[in-house]
């Protein structure tokens, strides 16, 4: 017999603040039905931690949960809450060490020039940190991400504000023609098992392994790409003097917390090709600083604060930019530039939110404004082109009327580009790069220049099987028209084609529209079916999966964070995802200087639903059925009350939300029959809670409008945040009666 046990991630920033409220809450109501709710660390400062031990001492130690975790998932015993977590940029790396550091844990700094072999190792451990981290080693299963009934009913009853498009918008995409990785991949399927290793050969014939032996299996779909350093300069200057010339403002939209090796070096070319004459005039300042256009203009900020040259380089910095094109802002009130930080701006969130405004970002006024939007690589630019194209053409989408694209994704076991980050590399020399068996077999090559960021990607046979069979059943399900959106002049997508088609056969798909559509043709057609108030699933790759399940579920729902998003594990277990943390860090922000968290646990309410109900199925818990359904049934009653945070101090946050949430699910268990026991335990708990609504409210609006020390921003005080995410001492005594 399995343990009804369900594992909740801690995570960090607003999701991890929300936590300290609703996780007691949860772990009360399901005890009675000999349910134990367990915590794993998977937080940025965690995984540090974890991977230092031999710098800490025993009572600083921290286990591995993330690698417990990534076991776990192979097993049918896996039932996993998965909150956001950070997918860390170098900039907040560093800041998570440099706060550990001041806590006490005497780990060390991140060397970014790794000279000694204990930089070396210790900069191996970081890369183990950095970037999308956490969801290749949890992600055993493929994606199934939708919007909940309830939700999307509730979307169109209380429609959210959408900008309005004009049809002389000027807000365009602009990619590279050539040179990126989109025209430089080329992609095979391996016929039998193998070893693979990654070799650079230099023009003089030296040569070096990049990558040591690794296994290949039969089946899998491996490919290598180039971005073009050459050529990915020449095309930012032209787009940063079109910009100037066309008197539209200028963003980047790049993915740098996921795509860690190579987007940062992308995002500093285009950040250098800007300020040209700056970094050339500085250069040996730059240079003596450790300065690098990857890390943005902050870091540059950082280090030449005190510098003697410091005024005469911000004043560079500003006439670079009087007298180049707009930059998009990050934050108008702190002159925070699009160009300030590389992971400040995360393309999947800032393209959604630009189509969901009309087009338009905020300029340095504080204004909305038409934008040239750079996505270099044509992977995954011309979707948003013909987004954009689209809306354009027939003007912003109704909320209210507007069918749902629900997604199927393929990301299971590493798929393609999010598993790539081990074999990305940028390369210092002329000369060739192989991927080749350990006989010496030449599997696939890249030409490659001096600076030139070389890439290989695999996706197994096994996840793609699992793919076509979820996209199947969601489509038979359902009965909604299924698009695989994949582009046959991608080298990739031309062999995943071809797999498509032929597991396609071992279904009955008699009846059901599924098409496999080119990606611009596939976001034209689907936005031309939802107008109509239908479905239409999207089945996509892995990168593809992350921005469209922001894209469409910001324009349906005005969010991501209320999607219901079932990772079905490919050997039985549950991975259930909570939504989008992208708006977290401003959320911490408001709670710390105002007492105020409007973080909304909508997210964490639906997995824990379909947590409770996969519970009850694998291990048939009675009990746990009886949960889940007067969850989903608490659910839609906090969806009719409008009982999400609000936004400023006053009105209903994030711990007020969890509060109505705890109300509802009492009231339903009391009023439920298909359980005695519960109804007996819950009856008195939800007449209590329902006499006491009025206090309890008022206690949890009384914490609000005060400054809050929370000890810290990657590793907070746990007491201090209990104490100020549960300042309700009726509502705790409530539900201590559980206990």
Known sequence: MLDSKIIYTITDEAPMLATHSLLPIIQAFTKPAGISVETRDISLAGRILANFPEYLNDNQKQSDDLAELGLLATTQEANIIKLPNISASVPQLKEAIKELQAKGYKIPDFPEDAQTDDEKAAKAKYAKVLGSAVNPVLREGNSDRRAPKAVKNYAKKNPHKMGVWSSDSKTEVAHMETGDFFGTENSTTIDNDTKYKIVFTSKAGQTKVLKDLANLKAGEVIDSSVMNMHALKAYAKKVISDAKAKNVMLSVHLKSTMMKVSDPIIFGAIVE??????????????????????????????????????????????DAITNGPRIAMVNSDKGITNFHVSSDVIVDASMAALARNGGKMWNAEGKEEDTIAMIPDRSYAGFYSACIEEMRKNGAL??????????????????????????????????????????????????????????MCQTKDAPIQDWVKLAVNRAKLSDTTAIFWLDKDRAHDREIIKKVEKYLKDFDTNGLDIRIMDVKDAMTETLRIIRTGKDVISVSGNVLRDYLTDLFPILELGTSAKMLSIVPLMNGGGLFETGAGGSAPKHVEQFIEEGYLRWDSLGEFLALQASLEHLAQTLNNSKAQVLADTLDEANAKFLENDKSPARKVGELDNRGSHFFLTLYWAQALANQNNDTELKAIF?????????????????????????????????????????????????????????
């Open 273 to 318: 090709a800007y300020f040209e004459e700056v970094y050339t005039k500085y250069s040996e300042t730059f240079k003596a600083l450790d300065i690098t256009p990857d890390y943005g203009l902050q870091d540059l900020y950082n280090k030449i604060a005190g510098h003697s040259l410091e005024a005469e380089i911000k004043q560079a910095i500003s």
């Open 398 to 455: 109704d909320p209210k009327t507007i069918g749902s694209v629900p997604n199927v994704g393929l990301m299971a076991q590493k798929a393609e580009e999010y598993g790539s980050h081990d074999k990305t590399f940028q390369l210092s020399e002329d000369g060739l790069v192989t991927i080749e068996t350990e006989n010496g077999t030449v599997l696939l090559s890249q030409t490659v220049s001096a600076g030139d960021i070389f890439r």
């Open 683 to 739: 009856t008195p708990i939800a007449n209590e809670l329902t006499t006491n609504e009025s206090k309890i409210n008022q206690e949890l609006i009384d914490s609000q409008g005060i400054k809050n020390d929370i000890g810290g921003y990657y590793k907070p005080n746990t007491d201090l945040l209990n104490a100020k995410m549960r300042p309700s001492k009726t509502l705790n005594e409530i539900l201590a009666q559980l206990n």
